[in-house]
């Protein structure tokens, strides 16, 4: 199928990552502001079936170590074929693109990013018609719908900022049909397993309020691709017994995340960030994170290059967010799944969303409750954790209520019993563990200072999961 490319194409390169060192080119990626790929769904006699265009310089005509704007835009036609399918041909580029040896596809629509090595360039993979080739034969292979396609290829700098917001446009236009549904209204949600190559424990479960982490398929177009190939990717899952109607959990979604994810993932809660919180591969438009000191959450997106207000940036807590894993405080999400009124429901929703990127803000707030819009600082009001107290004070962000309440606990309390020192509290964020006393002994004298001798020290970590991979345990002499 494909003896004519000069490299191999199989399952076997998917989630092949390509370093900068090995990199012959960029197209997109973190540094350009300009990237997209877009699928269209046209009339059959808007489409010439096999043409390939590029306006630019092709890929032997860019120097090595080159990063550059990119656009991609595919025609398809077909008596099959609907607007709501466009999202998910668009999405099927992460898997397809993938299978080129040599080739690396990151994330979707605005936020793409792909990589040529040199190794696959020396081989004679130089020019996007290789690309184009692989791409038609592979969809007319897996998807025998598409009747017609037709691609182009955009570097010239200038064409790929003026087609930007056209493409941001059609995006928003997908995006905005499932507005105003609920998930209450549906009998069945959806499951994409498109990312299991790069995460194997994770699955996307899409629903009518909740769009999939890469904000590429909402639930409309889960539906048109699960009718007309029921056998891919994009699968359909019983909503089965709601178990709780606040954080989003069902008994027949947790039975498939059991079986797709081979009983690593068992529960999945769609709207809170912690306890068993919907998994993410790496392809999430963004990510809410906890940050502790203030017992908010922030939020930040992918094209965020600055630290974020706790000093971390976007690199680095996508990192603690992907993989399939399930990790407290930590939830990648799609910027339309921001819109939803299930977004963190279960955490007290936009009355714990402390700090975002002013762009985010700009892009959402007509969703956002108008009242907390002036209370959430952005990169623009605040750069630190002390900073954001003193903003989060100064607005009477609903998050200070929350401190309040917790400041008088300690009044409350019964009084220490006797023969006892009353506990020290360390506040950590989000942990739960039983009781741990450790011998006075065996903590630093500062601390110990004014204690009786024989009482022993208890550390109360509160609200803590924490998972050791191996537990030793050794025979020592004194």
């Not at 220490?416 to 630093?444: D, K, R, W, Y």
């Amino acid at each position: 199928m494909f003896e004519d490319i000069p490299v191999d194409v199989g399952i076997i390169y998917e989630g092949e990552r390509i370093r900068g060192r090995d990199m012959q080119l960029e197209l997109g990626g973190p540094r350009e502001t300009y990237k997209f790929e877009l699928v269209q769904a046209k009339p059959m006699d808007e489409v010439e079936d096999g043409k390939m265009t590029i306006v630019g310089k092709d890929i032997k005509e860019l120097p090595e170590g080159t990063n550059t704007p990119f656009g991609m835009i595919i025609d398809v036609a077909g008596a099959e074929i609907e607007k709501d399918l466009e999202g998910v041909i668009e999405r099927r580029l992460h898997e397809y693109v993938n299978f080129i040896e040599g080739f690396m596809h990151l994330n979707q629509r605005y936020d793409i990013q792909m990589r040529l090595s040199k190794k696959s360039y020396q081989k004679g993979f130089n020019s996007f018609n290789h690309l184009g080739t692989v791409l038609l034969r592979l969809y007319k292979s897996e998807m025998p719908f598409i009747e017609k396609m037709q691609i182009t290829f955009i570097t010239e700098p200038a064409k790929v900022e003026e087609w930007y917001p056209r493409a941001m446009g059609l995006y928003e236009a997908r995006d905005a049909r499932a507005r105003g549904m609920s998930d209450d209204e549906v009998d069945v949600f959806y499951g994409c397993s498109l990312c299991q190559s790069f995460a194997p424990t994770h699955l996307c479960v899409i629903t009518p309020q909740r769009y999939a982490n890469c904000g590429a398929i909402s639930w409309f177009d889960g539906r048109a691709t699960a009718k007309v190939d029921p056998k891919g990717p994009v699968f359909e899952i019983p909503k089965g017994a709601l178990i709780d109607p606040v954080k989003g959990e069902y008994e027949q979604v947790n039975k498939v995340i059991r079986d797709k994810s081979l009983g690593e993932i068992e529960r999945v809660q769609l709207y809170t960030a912690f306890g068993y919180p919907h998994t993410s591969c790496g392809c999430f438009e963004g990510c809410a994170f906890y940050i502790p000191e203030v017992d908010g959450y922030g939020v930040v997106h992918r094209n965020y290059k600055s630290k974020t207000v706790n000093g971390l940036d976007f690199v680095t807590i996508s990192d603690l967010t992907a993989g399939g894993r399930q990790v407290d405080g930590f939830h990648g999400l799609s910027i339309e799944y921001m819109r939803s009124p299930k977004f963190l429901q279960a955490d007290g929703g936009w009355d714990r969303v402390v700090w975002m990127p002013k762009d985010i803000m700009d892009r959402i707030k007509e969703y956002m409750p108008p009242e907390i819009v002036p209370k959430i600082a952005t990169e623009e009001s605040v750069q630190d954790l002390d900073g954001l107290k003193k903003w989060l004070r100064e607005k009477s962000h609903p998050i200070v209520g929350r401190w309040k309440a917790e400041e008088e606990k300690p009044k409350e309390a019964a009084a220490p019993q006797p023969a006892q020192q009353q506990a020290q509290q360390f506040p950590m964020a989000g942990f739960t563990v039983p009781t741990m006393e450790l011998p006075a002994g065996a903590l630093p004298a500062a601390m110990l200072q004014g204690l009786p001798q024989g009482v022993t020290l208890k550390i109360i970590l509160k609200n803590a999961k924490i998972r050791a991979e191996r537990v030793i345990i050794r025979a020592e002499k004194e």
